[in-house]
Nanobody, 115 residues
Framework: QVQLVESGGGLVQAGGSLRLSCSAS????????MGWYRQAPGRQRELVAG???????RYADSVKGRFTISRDNARNTVDLQMNSLKPEDTAVYYC?????????WGQGTQVTVSA
């Protein structure tokens, strides 16, 4: 059973920083791709940042230059460092992993950025 557990969300003022961490069961090297998505109220879930199947990294245009995704294969974690946060970054952030044809989601962690 694959489990993804997020941590690190919270309330922060605009311009501040937060670091999210996703802890995965098993070795993350087994996953074809991993990343972070977010969903704001009334909006569709969207990719924030992720490691692609080919080993590259993708970022949403809205977070480029502010967010950095990283992975620690030894600890089986994927982190998202979020700097210069804006109120529009407010959302529930989800960790995502794909292994073969199966897709997995964490339970989500709330990030709230106050103006």
């Amino acid at each position: 059973q694959v489990q993804l557990v997020e941590s690190g969300g919270g309330l922060v003022q605009a311009g501040g920083s937060l670091r999210l961490s996703c802890s995965a069961s098993g070795t993350i090297l087994d996953y074809n791709s991993m990343g972070w998505y977010r969903q704001a109220p009334g909006r569709q879930r969207e990719l924030v940042a992720g490691f692609t199947r080919g080993g590259g990294i993708r970022y949403a245009d809205s977070v480029k230059g502010r967010f950095t995704i990283s992975r620690d294969n030894a600890r089986n974690t994927v982190d998202l460092q979020m700097n210069s946060l804006k109120p529009e970054d407010t959302a529930v952030y989800y960790c995502n992993a794909v292994r073969l044809r199966d897709e997995y989601w964490g339970q989500g962690t709330q990030v709230t950025v106050s103006a």
